[in-house]
């Protein structure tokens, strides 16, 4: 069931104009009108009052004599704390260069997108990722699309999670296993 809206209120800043030069939005009175010629007003942004702003912020680029923050200026309101890390698929075409020639050690989850348990492990393998930048690689293998590979390492589980190392299969950790164990495989081969 749909609910149409009387009228939309929001708090103004000084630099809008004033609410009596604007009118509420009218609900209309059946839903073919909505469509036929009913305007919303026109979304201008947020708007960032200078008493918001640290000492650091206010002396990032400003609009010539507007009071407003550039779009050019590089101004950010809001950003993520911790982004997410996508740990890339390997497939077929790039199994040897990525996997086996790698000069550093490479962790390579096998899992598949029907897998429940793949699906609980996923975060803990982009966490370890985060973790050894630049000290392990990681890597993902879908066994329905990269069968082959599968075969060749035996994998008969999923997910299953190989540690590579010279070109070499080192350790192979089967199931949906806490962090703390493969932190521990890891650590054997930095």
């Known amino acids: 069931m749909a609910t149409v809206l009387d009228s939309v209120v929001a708090p103004r800043s000084s630099a809008l104009p004033s609410s ?21 007003p026109r979304y201008r942004g947020l708007k960032v009052g200078s008493a918001l702003l640290t000492r650091s912020a206010r002396s990032l680029s400003y609009g010539p004599a507007s009071g407003r923050a550039s779009r050019r200026g590089g101004l950010v309101v809001c950003e993520a704390q911790d982004t997410a890390v996508e740990v890339p698929a390997v497939g077929d075409a790039t199994w040897q260069s990525l996997v086996l020639d790698s000069e550093t050690p490479v962790l390579v989850e096998f899992w598949a997108p029907w897998c429940g348990p793949c699906r609980m492990i996923h975060p803990i393998i982009d966490e370890l990722a985060k973790q050894y930048v630049g000290k392990l690689k990681c890597y993902k293998v879908n066994t329905d699309e990269s069968s082959s590979i599968a075969t060749q390492y035996g994998i008969r589980s999923i997910p299953t ?17 806490p962090k703390s164990t493969l932190t521990t495989s890891i650590e054997k081969f930095l």
């Open 20 to 40: 009596a030069a604007l009118s509420p939005i009218s609900a209309p009175s059946s839903p073919s009108s909505l469509s036929a010629g009913a305007r919303l």
């Open 161 to 177: 999670v190989i540690i590579f190392k010279g070109g070499e299969k080192k350790d192979a950790i089967i199931g949906a296993v």
